[in-house]
């Protein structure tokens, strides 16, 4: 059974959430909706000519079928159909730039960082040679997030080496910034804090920070630390300052684009 629907403008909401996470370890709220634009979407291959200017672009999400009426005039249908492949993508770096054991940092890569961001870059670069213009602000928060990812990334990796490129950290986090950058007996007492709190609000099992006083007895206390800082306390403090979900705005964005829109939706 199909309903039928005419939308207009801002009739139709939908919520397209993103989650990512830097490593399997860093828990964070976010699905990611990567380069691959073709993820739930489906984009119709042939363009409706009418004799009134008027084009028809057509496009699915989830369960639910669209068609736009578009003024061919003012817009191309590659420029569309870049808009939406934009507008409902979540550009974010998959390279790892923590890790939960310090006898695995060696695994982390700025060179492999370094190519995946010039290759989401230049993906975003060749977008812009065919976007519409009045619509550029959704591409430039794009890549002005994907260079805001890329900076907080190369720094964590950066910090097991050389702690102190976390200096200039967020107000918010600067606690355990400061913490790693010592590398003596604060940035073991400052772990166990953090510990210590997540047992108490139920987010940590009692074991981690039995074996955290177990590993703090050791002569790698502090690389053990460290880590534990650098990946649970520092990188989930700046996540929220990188990844900020504007989907449903975007999204909305890109359906102003239509004079009108029909939605055909299958039954759940």
């Not at 670069?125 to 976007?131: C, D, E, G, I, L």
Request: aromatic share 12%; charged share 30%; hydrophobic share 35%.
């Amino acid at each position: 059974m199909k309903k039928y629907f005419v939308l207009k403008f801002s009739v139709l909401s939908l919520f397209i959430i993103a989650f990512f996470s830097c490593t399997n370890q860093t828990v964070v709220s976010k699905e990611v909706v990567n380069i691959d634009t073709t993820k739930n979407i489906v984009l119709e291959k042939s363009v409706d000519a009418n004799t009134d200017q008027k084009g028809i672009f057509s496009w699915q999400l989830g369960l639910c079928e669209y068609k736009g009426t578009y003024d061919t005039t003012k817009y191309t249908r590659e420029e569309i159909q870049n808009l939406f492949a934009i507008s409902t993508m979540v550009i974010v770096l998959q390279t790892s730039c923590t890790v939960s054991d310090y006898k695995k940092v060696n695994t982390l890569s700025i060179v492999d960082l370094d190519k995946e961001r010039n290759d989401k870059g230049a993906y975003l670069s060749n977008v812009a040679t065919k976007f519409p213009m009045d619509y550029f602000s959704i591409l430039r928060g794009k890549m002005n997030q994907l260079e805001i990812e890329y900076r907080f990334k190369k720094r964590a990796i950066e910090a097991y080496q050389n702690p102190k490129v976390l200096e200039h950290s967020p107000v918010d986090c600067q606690k355990y910034a400061d913490a790693i950058i010592a590398q003596d007996d604060r940035t073991i007492q400052v772990c166990r804090e953090m510990i210590e709190e997540r047992v108490k609000n139920g987010s940590y099992p009692k074991s981690l920070l039995d074996n955290f006083e177990k590993e703090a007895k050791t002569a790698q206390a502090i690389k053990y630390a460290t880590t534990q800082l650098l990946t649970y306390g520092w990188w989930n403090c700046v996540t929220p300052v990188i990844y900020k979900d504007e989907s449903e705005k975007n999204y909305n964005k890109f359906k102003s684009i239509f004079e009108d829109i029909t939605e055909e939706c299958d039954e759940p």
